[in-house]
């Protein structure tokens, strides 16, 4: 874990491309009216001028502009959880693995891969809409006990199910099997 926060106040936090179909959009009405956690934006795109004049003057609103690999890890440790609102089907959800992976909770929106991803994990809070996203935060905001209990399982099932040594070994038992060596 890293030892200093990125941020002066708990935060909840966003990482990712700012455009339409991540869903950034919808999250930040619900900040502007939540002043009692921030949120923290991590990456950039082509909706980020938007993205910023719909925060507008929100205090608790912060751009942090694209974030080198090496310095993430620093944004995710100190999270109370990152938010995965993605509004489209995604292939598969990079973001919930890589926060898991730090030992982050996870809220995504119901949709797609993220319910199988997150269910499996057992690391993360499912949304469909406004009062989903704002029981999920106030839930890991209030409840720390029970925020270390979802990274903790977010975190042992990276390590089983996605990290690097796995994937790579069930991939070559894949290939010896369809070359009839396996």
Same mark, same amino acid.
């Given at each position: 874990? !890293?030892?200093? !926060?990125?941020?002066?106040? *708990? ?16 999250? $930040? ?38 974030? *080198? ?43 797609? *891969? ?27 905001? !209030? ?24 994937? $790579? ?7 010896? !099997? ?5």
């Amino acid at each position: 874990r !890293s030892p200093e !926060s990125p941020h002066p106040r *708990p935060y909840f936090l966003f990482v990712g491309r700012l455009t339409k179909l991540k869903g950034l959009d919808t999250v $930040i009405p619900v900040f502007k009216r939540r002043p009692q956690a921030d949120l923290l934006v991590v990456g950039d795109g082509e909706e980020g001028d938007a993205l910023r004049a719909l925060a507008g003057d929100a205090p608790n609103i912060r751009f942090a502009g694209r974030v *080198p690999n090496e310095e993430l890890r620093q944004y995710y440790d100190h999270a109370i959880a990152a938010i995965v609102p993605s509004q489209g089907f995604e292939t598969f959800g990079i973001v919930i693995i890589e926060a898991l992976r730090f030992g982050t909770p996870v809220i995504a929106r119901n949709i797609g *891969p993220f319910p199988e991803i997150i269910e499996q994990a057992g690391g993360g809070l499912l949304f469909s809409d406004d009062a989903g996203l704002e029981a999920a935060l106030d839930r890991l905001q !209030s409840d720390r006990s029970y925020r270390d209990r979802l990274a903790a399982s977010g975190y042992r099932a990276c390590r089983e199910r996605w990290s690097e040594a796995v994937v $790579i070994d069930r991939l070559l038992n894949m290939v010896a !099997s369809a070359r009839g060596t396996g």
